[in-house]
């Protein structure tokens, strides 16, 4: 994933109908979008108790699972990042756990969390190596964390124990979710409490005075879960604060985040040494909002201008002129895009979104399952034909 985790390196070293009316657009006095109704809809009180919703076996992909894993999960449980020379991170054993769960799919959940547990769990506190490369020995050469990673694996592990009535998972969650937020939550900022990407490299001490975030590391659907399980870290208020840190990273002509921002009191600018675009990180954001059912219009707005006249695949955006630099042309990227409109307009998935294209590499395809997933769990009228 030379998209992201390059950039954590170099750091390092210096739901549609009624559903989709209550989870994301409240307010008696707003028209629910998906029926074209007019004004700016009011944001919902954050009350995430209201919008948890378990993802346990509601992943109705049953062909798109099994080309899944026959492409991009071994027999012994690793997720294979087929576009960054077959590597595995933290960031896809969660992807994986996660799909697992909502695919009701235990024995591939065991598969996926013992090679987690036996070959990225190596550091001395509860989080985990970012990378592992086979082709190396030993495979984990860096052993600092990535947020997004240890974040998406407490998630499925608090979500299989629910669903699994399993409580060992919940233990091994909190365990997961304390460390991120005794040593990753950055408590106080001008926008609240925000997360560091990884344990080294970003902080304010080590950036000059002016720490790098990723808003794409801000996974609001696993908040919901972590605020019960790690009831320590204010996981209620990060959803607030990334939302107005999302508000307040409208760069350029198109108004769209950075992939790397940087945050100096209370201003928020792309990263010094990264490039100045929207692109393969920032993709996230809008899935993870939508699949957490929060925000106003407004919030999704840039995402659905950026992509509603978008017929051919998407692109990264250049933040400076608002213009395309290069193609996202793998499919599954366009399902993000579908779930944005989905949310914003009530608009069904097209077939190209619909269809799992198993041929694609590791990035794109979860990004596709994800989004399925998402529409499944909140928007299931964008799924109908």
Request: proline content about 7%.
């Amino acid at each position: 994933m030379t998209r992201l985790r390059s950039s954590l390196r170099s750091a390092a070293r210096l739901v549609a109908g009624s559903v989709l009316a209550f989870g994301i657009f409240a307010g008696a006095a707003h028209a629910n979008p998906a029926t074209g109704g007019k004004g700016t809809p009011a944001l919902a009180p954050l009350d995430l108790d209201s919008r948890l919703i378990p993802l346990g076996g509601r992943l109705d992909e049953p062909q798109a699972w099994a080309a899944y894993k026959t492409r991009f999960i071994t027999a012994d449980g690793r997720i294979i990042d087929t576009a960054n020379g077959n590597i595995s991170h933290s960031e896809g054993q969660g992807y994986g756990l996660l799909l697992a769960v909502a695919a009701n799919d235990r024995a591939t959940f065991r598969r996926i969390l013992g090679w987690t547990r036996a070959n990225l769990m190596v550091r001395r506190d509860e989080l985990m190596a970012w990378r592992f490369d086979p082709d190396k020995r030993p495979g984990v050469s860096d052993t600092n964390n990535a947020t997004d990673g240890d974040v998406l694996v407490a998630w499925a592990l608090s979500e299989a124990a629910r669903f699994w009535r399993d409580p060992a998972y919940n233990v091994e969650a909190r365990r997961i979710g304390a460390a991120v937020a005794g040593e990753l939550m950055v408590k106080q900022s001008a926008f609240g409490p925000w997360l560091l990407p990884a344990v080294r490299g970003f902080s304010a001490s080590e950036q000059d005075g002016a720490p790098i975030l990723n808003l794409s590391y801000f996974v609001f659907p696993a908040f919901e879960r972590l605020q019960k399980m790690a009831p320590e870290g204010n996981w209620h208020r990060l959803v607030d604060s990334g939302l107005n840190l999302l508000r307040s990273s409208r760069f350029g002509p198109a108004h769209l985040p950075a992939e790397w921002e940087s945050l100096k009191g209370s201003v928020l600018a792309p990263a010094p040494g990264f490039p100045a675009e929207f692109g393969y990180n920032a993709l996230r954001i809008p899935l993870y909002m939508a699949f957490a059912g929060i925000g106003e219009r407004s919030d999704y707005q840039p995402f659905a201008t950026l992509w509603s006249a978008n017929t051919g695949p998407l692109s990264v955006i250049s933040l400076a002129s608002g213009t395309a630099t290069r193609s996202m042309a793998e499919p599954g990227y366009g399902a993000i895009a579908a779930l944005v409109q989905c949310v914003v307009n009530g608009t069904g998935f097209p077939n190209s979104a619909r269809v799992f294209y198993a041929e694609q590499n590791y990035y794109p395809a979860t990004l596709q399952m994800l989004s399925l997933l998402a529409a499944h769990l909140r928007y299931p009228s964008c799924l109908r034909p």
